[in-house]
């Protein structure tokens, strides 16, 4: 099959980038979004031209590094997938694609369609953890947790902080993220000593990034490679507002 | 330089050991451990474990990694598991049993006193995961679930769905990130390790390359650590992450770490089958699925028919036939040399042929839908969304890749190179393992290493050497820099009319043809010879697109591509040294009479270990002999 593409390309962070169309005209069904980009650049350095650079590792969908948008969704159409596993059968001959970075304050693109995600990296360090150092740890079975428990929690662990979320969000938001971490660790016994201050530290950090704030709009969960579930939003808002309420000033504390 | 190897295992009761050899170290002043910098590399499971747990102690910790998150490590994608000897299931195991099943599937070629360590530790590991709140699969009571996993006989497999990795790596991110707030971690992501600094015969620092702005930095440490992952990418095409790379411990090794084994190499015999020249990775399916699949081809050869129309006595699930006792749950290493044989008789299935079924239909009927989805519902959504065929509807096919890598940096029992001060742990050493490694020990070494070995052998070494005092300008520092320097300005000078790609694709076809699944002297000696011709070619003929002082994907590939050229040179060399079959080392003139491995215990019961002599010299190999005193070396046999 033949494909068009057009592709974001910037230099850097300080260039102001613009979009560039290049032919495909022997697309493999079966190579994934990835692939095409690769034999696509593969023609570009013979020709002496730079390469597109995307983010990429595992190609299996779970190194959370790969991600763009195709025809402005995030990840492509296929749902719960990451570009990296979206074989090109999922499009029709002749089709125009266009490939854009992840577009949010939060996320400066650092070339062509990478993005810096180290946002998210310091939403997890102001709080996304249980702090047990190594060694201090009671016998596994010692705490059961229900299955059920484990279950939801593991739902929301899954998370590969890709960040499509924020990008398919109109604030930007990283309300999917943010939440997903605080219900994974906040529904299992273990998480519990620390519940209120994870979700206040954890969000106190997601303001000063400059994500935008949620609306409750679901496109984030609409795109989620791993069907995290709008519900986590929820349990993150209901931790939030019991911190606050808890960690008020004393009324006769003179402050 | 001669290197000695000196493994310093303690004298004494195996079970003994490793208590007495931590009462024995030296410990490091609490007040003391923030004045001493720690660099680790790597921050996957070993690396990420390493370096919260070396800061939760106080030593000053600074944490390379060439993605954009230490997150994002390969470890992630592991799929399977994570054993134990908890023995939960009450069905026998013991801290011995895995301890012995380990010792026997690495083929009587791993150290003993290391792996009786690994089955110590392994419950420490779990309990430590759950404490951090690692979602691990739980028994409607609450307890934690266990499976049997390749090729064990007991249930001591602790998972969380399909995603066993990402858990484990996660809980150890988040024990990093938390010491990245605390202070005592600074993150370097997009960094890559490019050299080894070894001033006065000891590891003293790095030089990285700032993959962002290309700027080439010094780092200076007391101690060194390296948890940078395995080699399967020299391959090409395997089930590693595109930037799965040997360069940092193949540059240790041009400093004088020795590399042991090279040439033990896992196949893994679960992957999705190879479908054309596009192809950048293969992508593994979980062994858990040949718990209920049943693994067969047709009995004629050419058979095109689908499998439906292929009547139940016109197949041959040739496993179970061949070892009714393991069955389709027989080790790696004999379940990929079994799919190769049945392939290479013209009795392989799919377009190229080269792919075996992997069967659900009895365990659908006896278990129903229902059992199936649950237990693997995430892996046959992933099969379906590469191939576009339906698991649950016809069988899967699959064909042996290149997994895991055995062979690594030697190191003692302490984890420490033959540098002073160079630590290898995880994947990137070669201990534990032997000449094949089981299912779900992977995460179990490194874990153990990071959380539980490294932080007392490191801070021992800590308090022993006397360390002077350095700083980046010293003159082994600017001349690694300049050395750096050098090899990236000529890479983007050749402009030759060759993509970095296309010579990685020509060395891994020609390292998976003749030092693969199996091998003989005549092919790897061809082997050698091709990949120097090859090699000189890169260096002429290479094009490396963009400029040195940016993100430059085409420079960060071609310097890891021109490290698997010599690495792969030196797993032929290895693999031609040794005139035995073991493990995942198949070489076809030593073969049992049945075809299966014909260990030789009495010439190669050693571990080869690899000493750079210079560009133009051969490397000098030397020998750590192995010793059994526990588990007696026997032919394995899975019948």
Redesign the interface.
Known sequence: MRLTLHVWRQ??AADKGRMVSYQAPDV?P???M???L??LN?G???N????I?F???????????CGFMINGIAHGP?P??TVC?L?M?HFSDGEHLYLEPWRAKAFPV??DL?V???A??RI??????????????????A?????EH??R??DA??C??CGACVAACPNAAAALFTAAKIS??GL?P??QPERHERALHMIARYNLEGFGGCTNIGECEAVCPKEIRLEVIGRMNCDYIAASWRRRPASNSGE | MSVKLDSRVPHGPIEKLWDQARFEMKLVNPANKRKHTIIVVGSGLAGGSGAATLAELGYNVQCFCFQDSPRRAHSIAAQGGINAAKNYQNDGDSVFRLFYDTVKGGDFRSREANVYRLAQISVNIIDQCVAQGVPFAREYGGTLANRSFGGAQVSRTFYARGQTGQQLLLGAYQALERQVHAGRVTMYPRTEMLDLVVIDGRARGIVTRDLVTGNIESHVADAVVLGTGGYGNVYYLSTNAKGSNCTAIWRSYKKGAAFANPCFTQIHPTCIPVSGDYQSKLTLMSESLRNDGRIWVPKKKDDKRPPAQIPEDQRDYYLERRYPSFGNLVPRDVASRNAKAVCDEGRGVGETCLGVYLDFADAIDRLGMHVIRERYGNLFDMYQRITDEDPYQVPMRIYPAIHYTMGGLWVDYNLMSTIPGLFVIGEANFSDHGANRLGASALMQGLSDGYFILPYTLGDYIANAKLEKVDAGHREFTRAEACVREMTKHLLSIKGKRTVDSFHRELGRIVWDYCGMSRNAQGLEHAIEEIGTLREEYWRNVNVAGSADDLNQSLEKAGRVADFFELAELMCLDALDRNESCGGHFREEYQTPDGEAQRDDEHFSYVGAWEFQGEAAAPALHKEPLTFEYVHPSQRSYK
């Open positions: 230099k850097n493999n079966d190579m994934s990835l692939e095409l690769d034999v593969e570009l350095i013979l002496g031209e730079e390469p650079a983010e990429h590792d595992c190609r299996e969908g779970i190194c959370g590094s296929l719960a997938t596993q074989t059968r650092i070339k990478v810096d995600r180290g998210f990296d997890i360090a102001a709080g996304g953890y249980i702090g047990v150092p190594a060694g201090s740890a009671p016998d596994g079975n705490i059961p947790i229900p299955k484990a279950d929690a593991m662990a899954a590969i902080g994974h660790l299992l273990q998480g």
